[in-house]
């Protein structure tokens, strides 16, 4: 069974930065499978946000490149999502996934607020 844990729930004001990071389950062959964050807002459907291949790839959604980097520890089997100047558009419960070939392993998801 495949466990995967996100970091705690953020609340930050307009233009500021918070840190996602997501645990997967040891025994789990992470450097072998492609990791994403997807969230999904009040009322909308849930959207890819970024992904990051085996070899470090990224490709990023558009409204959040340039502010949103995803990154992952091979060794720790972690991955992050560093957000930078965030908008309230941004407000919405963040997932992180790990595709594998036997179908993808989601996490219970944690809420991003950005506020004034």
């Known amino acids: 069974q495949v466990h995967i844990v996100e970091s705690a729930s953020g609340s930050v004001q307009p233009g500021g930065s918070l840190n996602l990071s997501c645990v997967v389950s040891?025994?789990?062959?992470?450097?072998?499978?492609?990791m994403a964050w997807y969230r999904q807002a009040p009322g909308k459907e849930r959207e890819l946000v970024a992904t990051?291949?085996?070899?470090?790839?990224?490709k990023y959604e558009d409204s959040v490149k340039g502010r949103f980097t995803i990154s992952r520890d091979n060794a720790m089997n972690t991955v992050h999502l560093q957000m930078n100047s965030l908008k309230p558009d941004d407000t919405a419960v963040y997932y992180c996934?790990?595709?594998?070939?036997?179908?993808?392993?989601w996490g219970q998801g944690t809420q991003v607020t950005v506020s004034s």
């Open positions: 996934c790990a595709r594998t070939t036997g179908g993808d392993y």
């Open positions: 040891a025994g789990f062959t992470f450097s072998r499978y492609t």
């Open positions: 990051i291949n085996v070899l470090g790839v990224t």
